[in-house]
T-cell receptor, first 114, second 110 residues
Framework: EAQVTQNPRYLITVTGKKLTVTCSQN?????MSWYRQDPGLGLRQIYY???????DKGDVPEGYKVSRKEKRNFPLILESPSPNQTSLYFC?????????????FGEGSRLTVL | SQQGEEDPQALSIQEGENATMNCSYK?????LQWYRQNSGRGLVHLIL?????REKHSGRLRVTLDTSKKSSSLLITASRAADTASYFC??????????FGKGTMLLVSP
């Protein structure tokens, strides 16, 4: 089954404790992206990757890091989480071949930073 | 940067009625997409309309695009309780990013 898998789905952590949210897709998609969703603010893009070893900042990259060492994986790293990073995070992927830009989303990772 | 802006923010209708949501955007686009999100879940792609298209249909969905007014509408005909969700428009001004609006919350009551 074609899917984007995020882990963990739920996480409560404390300020300053490094964490990684993993994202994996099994559709051989070139493009991957991270969004955060906050009430009243909609979805905002954090980082995206056009292909392996190619990453770029979205609208709200501060406090986050990403890497794209393999095509299927695009982890989101919070080196020193702060309470304002409490949010619902989504990973998404897309293929150039379809030329539609349709994004396939994971089920989300709800992060709480105390 | 947020480009799409949905209207209304919330919509409540009865089953069987039609639901219309609107999206306005600011800059030129290559295409506009609509997504659906059930509460707290991942977004699901519904339909894409390209900048050179004016109307598109998919099942009970009808999307229109007016590039001169920089606006789009999503019509769901004969709504069902299962259509209850948030609906987002997303604009693609270039292939590297897809910018989402804040969404319309649709509640369909039995």
């Amino acid at each position: 089954e074609a899917q984007v898998t995020q882990n963990p789905r739920y996480l409560i952590t404390v300020t300053g404790k490094k964490l990684t949210v993993t994202c994996s897709q099994n559709m051989n998609h070139e493009y991957m992206s991270w969004y955060r969703q906050d009430p009243g603010l909609g979805l905002r893009q954090i980082y995206y990757s056009m292909n392996v070893e190619v990453t770029d900042k979205g609208d709200v990259p501060e406090g986050y890091k990403v890497s794209r060492k393999e095509k299927r994986n695009f982890p989101l790293i919070l080196e020193s989480p702060s309470p304002n990073q409490t949010s619902l995070y989504f990973c998404a992927s897309s293929s150039w071949e379809t030329n539609t830009g349709e994004l396939f989303f994971g089920e989300g990772s709800r992060l709480t930073v105390l | 940067s947020q480009q799409g802006e949905e209207d209304p923010q919330a919509l409540s209708i009865q089953e069987g009625e039609n639901a219309t949501m609107n999206c306005s955007y600011k800059t030129s686009i290559n295409n506009l997409q609509w997504y659906r999100q059930n509460s707290g879940r991942g977004l699901v792609h519904l339909i894409l309309i390209r900048s050179n298209e004016r109307e598109k249909h998919s099942g009970r969905l009808r999307v229109t695009l007016d590039t001169s007014k920089k606006s789009s509408s999503l019509l769901i005909t004969a709504s069902r309780a299962a259509d209850t969700a948030s609906y987002f428009c997303a604009t693609d001004g270039g292939y590297s990013t897809l910018t989402f609006g804040k969404g319309t919350m649709l509640l369909v009551s039995p």
